[in-house]
């Protein structure tokens, strides 16, 4: 019985012995075909946070080609529509006139711009005119900018209303030094004050740039008196001596930091500067462009397309028969002659 037991007892451990032995060498050749079906260089395993998600390369790698297009380059431009813009050039509004022939009357105004639009002609805001000559948009066919030199008050006293009622865009090229306590004392016409100026700026219509501080007027510059404009000509100092160039930049750059200073107290960000006078030199073009003015406006008988740095400017004359005149030839509908702004 004991020796039965005994037999028993060591058939059932060598079964035992035999099933690990088994389960052992099942479990090496397990391993060895995972091993065998790891692609080679994988390395160690991928934490579970970068494994790579379906889909998850192909949206990358496109982003990445989009941002590569913009970096190179590459992306297509705006289509930008527009036949160029007709800058016109006014000055003073009020009720009789024949002390100036620059002034225009406010029911003249009127007429001019119901009639220009009657006739097809859109004024376009300063902003609007920025973005087509930057190539970022396009104008209507007949796009117009109706411009005001020197920063009359009769502007704002007779004619902003006209502006507001009609909802027609126009820009002011003010002389800054009439927002100073203290001008100069020579006489002048009534200009904007700042408040007024403020006024027309938050009405929506209005885009303002600059006209010079004090370069709207001659100099002598010579010794018998000889008369030349502030800006492009250097001055006689007396004592047998003109200006030397380099005192002649530096009183330029003195006014258009008076000028850009003055602007920048009413919120104007100005990158327009009309020529007093309509005339321009290098000099004068170079220290603009060294204080951030992308557009200087010259007397000119030509539509204005974008990449332009010179903007033409045409006078508008003083009555509705003249303005769109000058309308018509500008857009090639009749012959004539054009009278540039100055």
Not at 2 to 22: E, G, N
């Amino acid at each position: 019985m004991s020796v039965q037991f005994r037999s028993s007892s060591a058939l059932i451990i060598t079964l035992v012995l035999l099933c690990t032995v088994l389960f052992i060498i099942g479990l090496a050749v397990a391993s060895a075909g995972m091993v065998a079906a790891k692609p080679q260089g994988s390395g160690d395993p991928v934490p579970a946070g970068d494994i790579e998600k379906p889909g998850e390369a192909g949206i990358e790698e496109g982003m990445a080609g989009e941002l590569d297009g913009v970096d190179s380059g590459d992306r297509v431009p705006p289509v930008i529509t527009g036949n160029g813009v007709a800058v016109l050039t006014l000055h003073e509004v009020a009720h009789g006139h024949n002390d100036y022939r620059y002034v225009v009357a406010p029911d003249v105004l009127e007429r001019m711009i119901v009639t220009a639009r009657e006739a097809g002609y859109v004024f376009i805001s300063l902003y609007e005119f920025h973005a087509y000559m930057d190539g970022k948009a396009g104008v209507p066919d007949r796009a117009v900018l109706l411009t005001f030199d020197d920063g009359y008050r009769g502007v704002y006293e007779n004619g902003h209303n006209i502006f507001v009622r009609h909802q027609c865009p126009a820009v002011m090229f003010p002389v800054t030094k009439w927002y100073s306590k203290h001008p100069r004392p020579e006489w002048a016409r009534p200009h904007l004050t700042a408040e007024e100026s403020k006024a027309m700026i938050g009405s929506g219509l209005w885009g303002f740039g600059g006209h010079s501080h004090d370069g709207h007027r001659t100099v002598v510059t010579g010794p018998k008196g000889q008369q030349g404009f502030f800006s492009t000509e250097r001055m006689w100092l007396g004592q047998g001596r003109i200006e030397s160039e380099g005192e002649y930049r530096a009183r330029l750059w003195s006014d258009i930091e008076l000028m850009t200073l003055e602007l920048s107290r009413l919120g104007v960000e100005p990158r327009d500067f009309a020529a007093p006078y309509g005339k321009i030199n290098g000099t004068l073009d170079k220290l603009l462009a060294d204080a951030g003015y992308d557009f200087v406006y010259i007397g000119g008988t030509e539509r204005n397309y974008p990449g332009q740095r010179k903007i033409y400017r045409v006078d508008a004359g003083d009555t509705v028969e003249s303005f769109m005149e000058t309308l018509d030839i500008l857009w090639g509908k009749k012959a004539g002659q054009l009278t540039p702004a100055a």
